[in-house]
């Protein structure tokens, strides 16, 4: 059995527990998550109002989701390109809707120099921009314009690149990872010779979305279209995937759009098809950002701290060597280097947290928070036995469970041999238990609903949630929703995306009128 002896070298300032800091979901959901982020170090306030600093621990989840999506896109036949971060004015100006639906967000560059006098720095009144620049909210417009030197034939589609690149909205109300002014980011930019080749596109792209939320982060998505309220502007057809988090709230975690010939129109972006006609391009979009790892929180954490699926964790295993006397430290030490070495040959990510300034309690409590999927602790007791204790960072939680009860399931003491071999599997539990965990969430929050009266009840008595309802209304009705519940609809969702119990014709929840099949709506950030 692991030793807990005390460190001489604790600090008196060390936390007494995970949740220390930590204010509880039950009490304050938003808190909670503002606090969570802060105490698993994954990113803090920056001094520029809106923005935010992606700290270490932070940036290799990110580093992680960004592979696992990257490797996805190569795979589908993308390349990557990197495109300017300013966009001219005037660029941004040849597509209507879609300089209209950013023009409230945008950062604009007028000068491009300072000029220091007495002392005070100010802006160069002699060194305003002939054309204002905008700070890229998104690429459309500067990548289109770039496309129609790269665009003549029909044999130079089509045309499949991706960027990782930063973006500026400049949103009013900020939350880290969830909304900032600045956030990191992919756009795919994709032109092709038919409108069916770049509609595959657009359904292709949001499957490999999908495919990284439920595989890679473990967080189950409803797939379907944007209405014609909430599309992508300058999008004809705007497809994206939903989550839930652990508040009933919806988050879209991705979007994939049909632009049709809009952007290449607006470039005069042309190709020579092959009965030798020119013919404007078909275009799409699809992009995802940083907002996942505030997903990634949300769906899976607790009030211990961050819980991470193993495929994202940038460490999978810390062990945590526990002694008394120098020569127990020597012993415990060795053997935690040891084991360490041997799981690494497992290609897994492992960390030996033998700090002498910090009881073996206080490691754990951190390493919690920090999400990392399981804890290895070798004591004395344990080196005579020849196993290790193994320390789960979640299980799936019963019915009635008490916090007890639940912490003596996560512990474990497996023979060395057998510990080690079997940790890779350990690995591929946790992540489809992740996975199942939440669908069982969504499931506990999500109703069918026929009408007005129990939507409203669902909402405002019930805490709310996924609710499947029929539709048939306008976009002004849409939005008279909006005011007197604060849903949306997340998505019309395709048909294999819908629960049995919700399949079929039905009537209008507002309106009364027929509706063919039911659609998405939630409370969503």
Same mark, same amino acid.
């Given at each position: ?185 992919? =756009?795919?930019?994709? *032109?092709?010779? #038919? $409108? @069916?080749? /770049?509609?595959?596109?657009?359904? +292709?792209? !949001? ?119 120098? =020569?127990?430290?020597? *012993?415990?030490? #060795? $053997? @935690?280097? /040891?084991?360490?070495?041997?799981? +690494?040959? !497992? ?126 209304? #306008? ?8 005011? +007197? ?41």
């Amino acid at each position: 059995m692991s030793d807990p002896q005390k460190n001489s070298g604790k600090s008196k300032n060390q936390p007494q527990s995970a949740s220390d800091g930590i204010t509880p979901r039950a009490v304050d959901y938003g808190q909670w998550y503002l606090d969570l982020v802060k105490r698993a170090d994954l990113a803090e306030h920056s001094p520029v109002r809106g923005c935010m600093v992606i700290k270490p621990h932070g940036y290799a989840v990110w580093e992680k989701l960004q592979r696992e999506m990257d490797d996805r896109f190569k795979a589908t036949g993308h390349v990557n390109a990197y495109f300017p971060l300013f966009i001219p004015l005037s660029f941004l100006a040849k597509e209507e809707e879609h300089a209209s639906g950013f023009a409230k967000e945008c950062a604009v560059v007028t000068h491009h120099r300072l000029k220091a006098v007495d002392g005070k720095v100010d802006v160069d009144p002699e060194s305003k921009l002939e054309e204002p620049l905008v700070v890229r909210p998104t690429s459309e417009t500067l990548i289109w314009a770039q496309y129609k030197n790269w665009i003549q034939s029909y044999r130079d589609l089509p045309l499949l690149i991706n960027q990782w690149a930063n973006v500026v909205r400049w949103e009013m109300r900020t939350r880290l990872f969830l909304r900032t002014a600045e956030f990191l980011w992919q =756009e795919g930019h994709t *032109a092709h010779a #038919t $409108e @069916a080749e /770049a509609r595959e596109e657009v359904t +292709r792209m !949001l499957d490999v979305y999908a495919d990284v939320a439920e595989n890679v982060m473990a967080v189950p998505v409803v797939r379907g279209r944007k209405t014609e309220g909430e599309r992508f502007a300058g999008a004809l057809d705007t497809q994206s995937i939903e989550g839930m988090m652990q508040d009933g709230k919806a988050l879209q975690m991705g979007t994939s759009h049909y632009l049709g010939q809009n952007f290449s129109k607006s470039a005069d972006v042309k190709f020579l098809n092959k009965d030798g006609q020119l013919e404007y391009v078909y275009a799409t979009s699809w992009g995802t950002s940083t907002r996942l790892i505030g997903a990634l929180i949300m769906t899976h954490s607790d009030d211990n701290g961050l819980v991470l699926p193993p495929k994202l964790a940038p460490i999978h295993v810390v062990v945590v060597p526990i002694y008394k006397t120098p =020569e127990e430290q020597e *012993a415990t030490r #060795t $053997e @935690a280097h /040891a084991v360490a070495a041997e799981l +690494r040959t !497992l290609g897994l990510s492992v960390k030996v947290d033998d700090r002498d300034d910090m009881q073996p309690g206080a490691k754990y409590y951190e390493w919690e928070r920090k999400g990392v999927p399981v804890r290895i602790e070798i004591g004395p007791r344990d080196l005579e036995k020849g196993s290790l204790c193994l320390v789960r960072r979640f299980v799936i939680e019963k019915d009635g469970e008490t916090e007890q009860e639940l912490r003596r399931r996560k512990k474990q003491f497996v023979p060395r041999a057998e510990a080690i071999a079997a940790m890779p599997g350990l690995m591929e539990t946790l992540q489809k238990e992740l996975l199942e965990r939440a669908r069982l969430l969504r499931d506990k929050r999500s109703r069918v609903i026929d009408t007005l009266e129990d939507f409203e009840a669902f909402f405002k008595k019930e805490g709310g949630g996924l609710a499947w309802v029929h539709w048939a209304g #306008t976009r002004v009705e849409e939005d008279e929703m909006a005011k +007197r519940f604060e849903t949306s609809i997340r998505c019309i969702p395709f048909p294999d995306q819908i629960p049995e119990a919700a399949r079929g014709e039905g009537t209008c929840i507002l309106t009364g009128k027929p509706s063919p099949q039911r659609v998405l709506m939630a409370k969503a950030y």
